[in-house]
């Protein structure tokens, strides 16, 4: 497999690039309006067609087209069945597959930080946007219900054998990769000793930090249009 993590310095954002060389196909995993460039050269330098282009989630429908990658390349875009964003795509649902080539991305539906967040399972690799952060959340986004996160990541994330490589929507103080078993006993937000627990912690920084609410949804929206 060709797998590429891409950083964004200005968001902090993480984009993947995903492929199977042989096949000559490939995925992008939440890519940046502002990295089409970027990608489509990644993908040329490799002979590579991009196919699908994964959104693990949505905060602004506005900023959740292809931009110029799906126009360029024919690529399908991708998201959660129910996410409300009124985008033109493929929707996908708990359990569903996407192939690319050998390559094959298992949906796992996971609400909560955004209203239809999805993550994707390729092989021991979760891609999973912001749903799940590494070590903590200091941003709490304004369309973030916490008890269907604190349920989301508790039920269908953390379950996962402890070896899964976790691949966050954003990096936390520089680190852009953790696994399933760091998180689990590291990850401050979801060691909270019970879901109520989780949700009070969660309304207290919104209070703490209402003035972070438009700031973190502004720095979410342009980092994951
Ligand atoms: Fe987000």
Redesign the pocket.
């Known amino acids: 497999m060709y797998f590429r993590q891409i950083h964004d310095s200005a968001s902090n954002a993480l984009t993947y690039l995903l492929a199977d060389e042989e096949a000559g196909v490939a995925v992008v995993v939440d890519p940046l309006r502002s990295q089409a460039t970027l990608i489509l050269a990644m993908l040329a330098e490799r002979n590579l067609r991009l196919v699908h282009v994964l959104r693990t989630?949505v905060?602004q429908p506005a900023r959740a087209e292809c931009g110029e990658l799906c126009p360029s390349t024919g690529a399908t875009l991708i998201l959660g069945a129910d996410s409300p964003a009124e985008i033109e795509g493929t929707r996908v649902e708990e359990g569903s597959e996407i192939r690319c080539g050998a390559l094959v991305f298992r949906v796992i539906d996971t609400p909560g930080?955004?209203p239809g967040s999805v993550c994707y399972l390729c092989g021991d690799r979760l891609l999973c946007?912001?749903t799940l952060l590494i070590e903590n959340r200091d941003n709490v986004?304004a369309d973030e219900d916490p008890g269907c996160l604190f349920d989301s990541v508790k039920h269908k994330l953390l379950i996962l054998p402890d070896e899964t490589l976790v691949f966050p929507?954003h990096d936390t103080r520089g680190r852009t990769i953790s696994s399933i078993g760091e998180e689990r006993r590291r990850n401050i937000a979801f060691t909270q000793p019970s879901r109520e627990a989780f949700v009070a912690e969660t309304r207290r920084k919104r209070r703490r930090q209402p003035h972070m609410q438009e700031s973190a949804l502004i720095s979410?929206g342009l980092g994951?249009w």
């Open positions: 989630h905060h930080h955004a946007g912001d986004t929507g979410h994951k």
